[in-house]
């Protein structure tokens, strides 16, 4: 096995990459790298709800379980993303239908999809992004229709599901120091504290290369010194195009700088990219101007910022 990032993470560390499920059933060159340099795997849209019950109670596993199996295969981890969203969610759903129906939905969705996985999945995205960027419950359907308790509801039914399996909360734009970031410290201390079973908390870190999340290592700290796992979860750096040499270089810079954060604490026991190479990005669909923001380029070629994280875990 040629060394590779898999090869020089310390044990407790999952390094894992988002997968585009379509992309790993046609891309040789992308199921090689992905097997060679990933220990974990997450699926980029496959194992969201809009993407699994297309039409009420048909669930189509297609795409989800060719992931798993394809971890299984390669002896890598699965992170689950993500069991409650507000995006990607199915047409049928009902917007406006009486509050048991729909708590009974997101229970049967949860509990659906987690049993299936017991065993399998390793880690939950259960909420995704139930925080506005002011630090408020950000207005969804399951706000409106549920309440605020539906957060906890959704950590209690995944963990009943598989009691095995590491529940997390996440979020981006909490990285560093804000308002973010104290709600979501706080909303994850009163969890805990009514004893719902919120194990980590994922920082997607969708981030650019010409800053930094300010106090990005004080806050990690914080999360990890209240118990809690923590796990970067999307981890992009975008790059402002032009794409040069230096912009690379700075955008290498970023890519070490939380790796170096995550192997600082030993709470950190995931670090994920939102994808490994440019040719599959969300980036230039949806941050315009921007692009780049992934280790390798669409021609599956090692970057700067590849080669500053394979250096860092050398030298551990
Ligand atoms: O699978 C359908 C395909 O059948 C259809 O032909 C095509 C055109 O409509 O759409 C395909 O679904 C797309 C899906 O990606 C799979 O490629 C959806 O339209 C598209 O909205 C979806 O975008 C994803 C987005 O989440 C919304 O789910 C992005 O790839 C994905 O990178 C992005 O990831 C999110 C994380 O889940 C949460 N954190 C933020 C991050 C970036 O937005």
């Known amino acids: 096995r040629e060394p590779a990032l898999r090869t020089f993470a310390p044990q407790h560390l999952r390094v894992g990459a988002a997968v585009d499920v379509k992309a790993l059933n046609t891309h040789e060159a992308y199921r090689k790298v992905l097997a060679r340099e990933f220990s974990a795997v997450t699926a980029e849209s496959a194992m969201k709800w809009g993407q699994l019950e297309p039409r009420r109670?048909?669930?189509?596993?297609?795409?989800?379980?060719?992931?798993?199996?394809?971890?299984?295969?390669?002896?890598?981890?699965?992170?689950?993303?993500?069991?409650?969203?507000?995006t990607d969610l199915p047409a049928w759903?009902?917007?406006?239908?009486?509050?048991?129906?729909?708590?009974?939905?997101?229970?049967?969705?949860?509990?659906?999809?987690?049993?299936?996985?017991?065993?399998?999945?390793?880690?939950?995205?259960?909420?995704?992004?139930?925080?506005?960027?002011?630090?408020?419950?950000?207005?969804?359907?399951?706000?409106r229709e549920l309440g605020p308790d539906y957060v906890a509801d959704a950590f209690r039914w995944a963990h009943a599901a598989d009691p095995q399996a590491v529940l997390f909360i996440n979020d981006y734009g909490a990285e560093g120091r804000g308002a973010k970031a104290d709600?979501?410290?706080?909303?994850?201390?009163?969890?805990?504290?009514?004893?719902?079973?919120?194990h980590g908390v994922g920082f997607q870190a969708h981030l650019r290369a010409d800053t930094m999340p300010p106090g990005m290592e004080q806050n990690l700290g914080r999360f990890a010194k209240a118990g809690l796992r923590l796990a970067v979860t999307e981890l992009d750096v975008r790059v402002r195009l032009p794409v040069t040499e230096?912009?690379?270089?700075?955008?290498?810079?970023?890519?070490?700088?939380?790796?170096?954060m995550c192997l600082d604490q030993p709470a950190c026991v995931s670090f994920t990219v939102w994808g490994f190479t440019d040719a599959f990005s969300w980036i230039p669909g949806y941050h315009r101007g921007y692009g780049a923001a992934c280790l390798?380029?669409?021609g599956f070629a090692a970057k700067p910022a590849y080669t500053a994280l394979r250096t860092l875990l050398t030298q551990r």
């Open 93 to 143: 759903l009902p917007r406006d239908g009486s509050r048991e129906e729909l708590r009974e939905l997101l229970r049967e969705h949860i509990t659906t999809v987690v049993s299936r996985y017991r065993g399998k999945v390793w880690a939950w995205d259960v909420v995704n992004e139930v925080l506005a960027d002011d630090g408020s419950m950000r207005d969804t359907v399951w706000l």
């Open 57 to 86: 109670g048909q669930y189509d596993w297609a795409s989800s379980d060719r992931l798993v199996e394809f971890a299984v295969a390669n002896g890598q981890s699965v992170y689950g993303h993500t069991l409650v969203w507000h």
């Open 296 to 298: 390798y380029d669409s």
């Open 246 to 260: 230096k912009k690379l270089e700075q955008q290498a810079g970023v890519y070490r700088r939380v790796l170096q």
């Open 183 to 198: 709600a979501l410290y706080r909303l994850v201390g009163r969890l805990r504290a009514a004893g719902v079973p919120v």
